[in-house]
């Protein structure tokens, strides 16, 4: 058989295996968006596209409409997971995100099941591009309407990340499995998906040129402390209003979209290092990350 | 997967198979060459008696529009003369959502251009229900009555128009039914 007959028999393969495990998830007004059975009784799809946290009714491969709560959601990634009990559906087969290479060829799956194919653009985050987390996977394929929470399938059919718009018709990005993976061991660990937090309110701040040589900052910018809530993690640790935050642990903070992408919820109890500037001088702070409280 | 991937000899097998429909020198879409003596295209295409048909080759011929139904937008014309070649068609029910499809036409113009995707989904897209082979694949004005065919260049749709960036393509099967009702 020739290549190119036997690459479409992998893709046509690829979107039956891959569609087993794949739900239509009616979370919002008109459009349905898609959802992986991630693991058993765990349905994973895009935050955005469920509105209501009670009856959510999803459909399986095999037509049965069943009903669904959510039992988790982290909207710094835009990924939550539903809980339902659905016997019978298949588990996908998630793939270690870690192998996917920028060219690999990938397929973006839709509830029907429906199809698009493309390859990995980019990995990561550009300079510029701000997004919800690290290691994103940059698409060059068309997510249709309706795709979004829907996998993103290598062409054996193996689960390497979950696809979103993001909420945006430019972009076509696929949460990692391994970040969605973390959320839902999170969820499993302590019943509940965590919302990471200091307790700081923070604004962009400029860094004037002879600060930055001082210190051997590469980063034109970083964050101002603008308030500190009293009894939070950040106040515990010591920082006052006027510190400039640079970096927490490994990572550079530019702007507040940084801290909030820092603060993800498996880093709940971890203690990081605060790298601040204080009055012009640096300043090592530890942090340990609290969990905000929740509503109710 | 060491088997060498040959797009460029199923873009030529394609073009064999598929006509360019004009009128006057004005490029009105494309056509397949099928059944043998026949070239079917979209009713769209189509909107006069006669047109003019070219090939691959250049020659010019002269083709009478048979059968015509719009509401179908499916069109069969007759082509005089013989000895010119016709497309195979896929084995029915072969199309599978994820399979590689490829469309030749003349997109803006553009003679004898490929796209190629993957068939995205199968049927209705609105209340009609009218069912579809939804590709993912980029169509532009020209491509409408030109084949989409699988991996080893068997037409398996007539492409009819573009859903942003999603091909519509009647199913073949469709275009058989059409055919064998015109009676011709």
């Known amino acids: 058989m020739d290549g190119l007959q036997s690459l479409s028999n992998d893709l046509a393969a690829a979107v039956e295996r891959g569609g087993r495990a794949v739900f239509s998830v009616a979370g919002r007004p008109r459009l349905a968006s898609t959802g992986v059975h991630w693991r058993p009784g765990l349905v994973v799809t895009a935050d955005h596209t469920v509105h209501a946290d009670e009856d959510v009714t999803i459909t399986g491969p095999d037509g049965r409409a069943l009903t669904a709560r959510v039992a988790g959601r982290d909207p710094t990634i835009d990924i939550a997971v539903l809980k339902v009990d659905a016997p019978g559906v298949p588990v996908a087969d998630v793939a270690d995100s870690q192998a996917v290479r920028v060219g690999h060829i990938v397929l973006a799956l839709g509830a029907g099941p429906r199809a698009s194919w493309g390859v990995v653009s980019s990995i990561g985050e550009g300079r510029r591009a701000r997004g919800p987390a690290p290691e994103l996977l940059h698409l060059d394929l068309t997510l249709y309407p309706g795709f979004s929470g829907g996998p993103l399938v290598d062409t054996q059919g193996r689960v390497v990340g979950i696809n979103t718009s993001g909420a945006s018709r430019h972009w076509h990005l696929a949460i990692p499995a391994s970040a969605v993976n973390r959320v839902v061991d999170e969820l499993m660990r302590r019943g509940h998906i965590p919302r990471a937090y200091l307790g700081v309110s923070t604004q962009p701040v400029r860094l004037p040129e002879p600060l930055r040589q001082r210190h051997g900052l590469d980063q034109p910018t970083a964050v101002i402390v603008v308030e500190v809530q009293p009894g939070s993690p950040a106040a515990a640790a010591g920082l006052l209003i006027g510190d400039v935050i640079v970096s927490l642990g490994a990572n550079r903070i530019t702007d507040p979209t940084d801290l909030k992408a820092t603060l993800r919820p498996e880093r709940v109890g971890e203690s990081i290092t605060a790298s601040v500037l204080r009055g012009g001088e640096a300043k090592e702070l530890q942090v340990t990350v609290g969990e905000r409280p929740r509503r109710g | ?184």
């Open chain 2, 1 to 184: 997967m060491s088997a060498v991937i040959d797009i460029a000899a199923l873009a030529e097998q394609l073009r064999r198979v598929t006509v360019e429909v004009t009128d006057g020198g004005e490029l009105l879409g494309s056509g397949v060459l099928w059944p043998p003596g026949f070239v079917v295209t979209n009713a769209h295409v189509v909107r006069r008696r006669e047109v003019a048909l070219r090939l691959v080759d250049g020659r010019l011929v002269q083709a009478r529009v048979l059968a015509r139904d719009p509401d179908a937008d499916l069109a069969l014309l007759g082509v005089p003369g013989t000895g010119l070649p016709s497309a195979t068609l896929a084995e029915p029910g072969s199309v599978r959502i994820g399979s590689f499809v490829a469309a030749v036409g003349h997109p803006l113009g553009v003679r004898g251009a490929l796209t190629t995707g993957i068939v995205c989904a199968m049927g209705p897209i609105d209340r009609s229900g009218r069912p579809w082979i939804q590709a993912d694949l980029r169509l532009a004005p020209g491509n409408s009555g030109g084949p989409l065919a699988d991996a080893a260049g068997h037409v398996v749709g007539l492409n009819s128009r573009a859903a942003g960036p999603l091909a519509l393509a009647v199913p073949m099967d469709q275009v058989k039914h059409f055919v064998r009702d015109a009676r011709v």
